[in-house]
């Protein structure tokens, strides 16, 4: 028997398949952030050579330092004062040893406006009024430009040629033409500083300013280092050329067990005015190495310190030089005195020209400096105060 066959049932159209939404191309992975290129040592001191930080006004070159040291420094901070630390850590119980380089340059502090639009003015830290006559400044924070003003040669008689124009005589000129004009630029208690560019000159370097911006980029360098066996205390101090005010308050402090200041001393190494004489009180000359200081117009520094500074020297095969005894001084004579007393050496780089608008100092002199302090810190130990 033959079955009859079931109708076959027609197949329901399929649906079409969903098309996927095409994926959205991925971001493209941002490119690494480049690491950012080291500022060079003598990079730093241009730029600090060229920024305005009169004593007690020192915050452009404050600003700059705190830069340079935040990454390199275990702790960071600035006092009321405005002296900057640096610290570095050791290991527990280790010497207490502070480093200290002033940040404030000499200069000026606007006192009045004449109602002709000129600014009085007055010095602020040792200025030698035979330099000022037509040198162009700096005035204020906004770094107004102007030029301590000067009777022409053409006008200049008798005996007022050979004669040193005071500085209670001069004016700044900033162009106004009268005191309301000048009033909107500049006012009493700005700053003023002698307007004056970084250069390099073979193996030198010139400069305003390098006393003492010179001792804070070697003071910089030396925190580059490796970590050494002491409690590192790095103070940028203040108005260090108004009386070593900074100073007495980052002494006290750091409390420290020593301290080595870092400065910048005169060289006075260009022959004398009479043929054939021979310059035996030239302090300290460029090209010889830092300078370690005995003693000074206000310390006597320590004899420990010198002997173990000069030895770390020699066995570094660095070169430097014992700056002869005379006049001046550094913050050293105030730290020595804080607390119960800390021992206390400068170490100084040499520098011709300091407080005019064109210091020299020695390329070499300046990195030396920084090694040599990193040579006395890397074996520092108990026996380096041993009495």
Same mark, same amino acid.
Request: aromatic letters at 4%.
């Given at each position: 028997?033959?079955?009859a066959k079931k109708p076959i049932r027609s197949a329901k159209p399929k649906r079409a398949a969903k098309l996927a939404k095409p994926k959205k191309p991925a971001k493209p992975a941002p490119p690494p952030t480049p690491a950012p290129a080291q500022v060079t040592a003598l990079d730093l001191l241009r730029r600090l050579s060229e920024s305005v930080g009169v004593s007690g006004d020192e915050g452009a070159a404050r600003k700059i330092i705190r830069e340079a040291v935040a990454p390199l420094a275990d702790e960071v901070k600035v006092d009321t004062l405005g002296n900057l630390f640096a610290v570095k850590h050791g290991p527990p119980r280790a010497p207490r040893v502070l480093l200290a380089a002033h940040m404030d340059e000499v200069g000026f502090m606007i006192v009045g406006i004449d109602g002709d639009g000129l600014l009085k003015f007055e010095a602020v830290g040792g200025l030698d009024d035979r330099i000022l006559l037509g040198k162009p400044v700096w005035v204020g924070e906004n770094r107004v430009p102007g030029v301590i003003g000067m009777k022409p040669i053409h006008l200049v008689k008798g005996s007022e040629v050979e004669s040193v124009v005071k500085i209670d005589s001069l004016r700044i000129d900033i162009g106004a033409t009268s005191k309301e004009g000048a009033s909107r630029m500049a006012k009493p208690g700005d700053r003023a500083a002698f307007a004056a560019m970084f250069a390099e000159l073979g193996p030198t370097v010139r400069g305003k300013a390098l006393d003492d911006r010179a001792g804070c980029a070697a003071l910089v360098e030396v925190l580059r280092g490796k970590n050494y066996p002491v409690e590192l205390i790095c103070a940028f101090t203040v108005q260090e050329e108004v009386g070593l005010r900074g100073a007495r308050v980052a002494g006290f402090a750091a409390n420290a #067990?020593?301290?080595?200041?870092?400065?910048?001393?005169?060289?006075?190494? /260009?022959? /004398?005015?009479?043929?054939? #004489?021979?310059?035996?009180r030239y302090n300290t000359r460029l090209g010889y190495g830092p300078a370690i200081y005995t003693h000074d117009g206000s310390t006597l520094h320590d004899r420990r310190l010198v002997k173990y500074v000069s030895a770390a020297a020699e066995a570094k095969g660095l070169p430097y030089q014992l700056r002869q005894p005379g006049g001046g001084g550094t913050d050293a004579s105030a730290i020595q005195r804080s607390r119960a007393g800390v021992p206390v050496v400068s170490v100084s780089i040499p520098g011709r020209y300091i407080h005019s608008p064109a210091a020299i100092v020695s390329a070499s002199d300046f990195h030396n400096t920084a090694k040599l302090i990193r040579a006395a810190l890397e074996n520092w130990d108990g026996k380096v105060l041993k009495r």
């Amino acid at each position: 028997m033959i079955m009859a066959k079931k109708p076959i049932r027609s197949a329901k159209p399929k649906r079409a398949a969903k098309l996927a939404k095409p994926k959205k191309p991925a971001k493209p992975a941002p490119p690494p952030t480049p690491a950012p290129a080291q500022v060079t040592a003598l990079d730093l001191l241009r730029r600090l050579s060229e920024s305005v930080g009169v004593s007690g006004d020192e915050g452009a070159a404050r600003k700059i330092i705190r830069e340079a040291v935040a990454p390199l420094a275990d702790e960071v901070k600035v006092d009321t004062l405005g002296n900057l630390f640096a610290v570095k850590h050791g290991p527990p119980r280790a010497p207490r040893v502070l480093l200290a380089a002033h940040m404030d340059e000499v200069g000026f502090m606007i006192v009045g406006i004449d109602g002709d639009g000129l600014l009085k003015f007055e010095a602020v830290g040792g200025l030698d009024d035979r330099i000022l006559l037509g040198k162009p400044v700096w005035v204020g924070e906004n770094r107004v430009p102007g030029v301590i003003g000067m009777k022409p040669i053409h006008l200049v008689k008798g005996s007022e040629v050979e004669s040193v124009v005071k500085i209670d005589s001069l004016r700044i000129d900033i162009g106004a033409t009268s005191k309301e004009g000048a009033s909107r630029m500049a006012k009493p208690g700005d700053r003023a500083a002698f307007a004056a560019m970084f250069a390099e000159l073979g193996p030198t370097v010139r400069g305003k300013a390098l006393d003492d911006r010179a001792g804070c980029a070697a003071l910089v360098e030396v925190l580059r280092g490796k970590n050494y066996p002491v409690e590192l205390i790095c103070a940028f101090t203040v108005q260090e050329e108004v009386g070593l005010r900074g100073a007495r308050v980052a002494g006290f402090a750091a409390n420290a #067990d020593a301290a080595i200041i870092i400065d910048c001393t005169p060289a006075n190494d /260009l022959p /004398l005015a009479d043929d054939g #004489d021979e310059n035996t009180r030239y302090n300290t000359r460029l090209g010889y190495g830092p300078a370690i200081y005995t003693h000074d117009g206000s310390t006597l520094h320590d004899r420990r310190l010198v002997k173990y500074v000069s030895a770390a020297a020699e066995a570094k095969g660095l070169p430097y030089q014992l700056r002869q005894p005379g006049g001046g001084g550094t913050d050293a004579s105030a730290i020595q005195r804080s607390r119960a007393g800390v021992p206390v050496v400068s170490v100084s780089i040499p520098g011709r020209y300091i407080h005019s608008p064109a210091a020299i100092v020695s390329a070499s002199d300046f990195h030396n400096t920084a090694k040599l302090i990193r040579a006395a810190l890397e074996n520092w130990d108990g026996k380096v105060l041993k009495r």
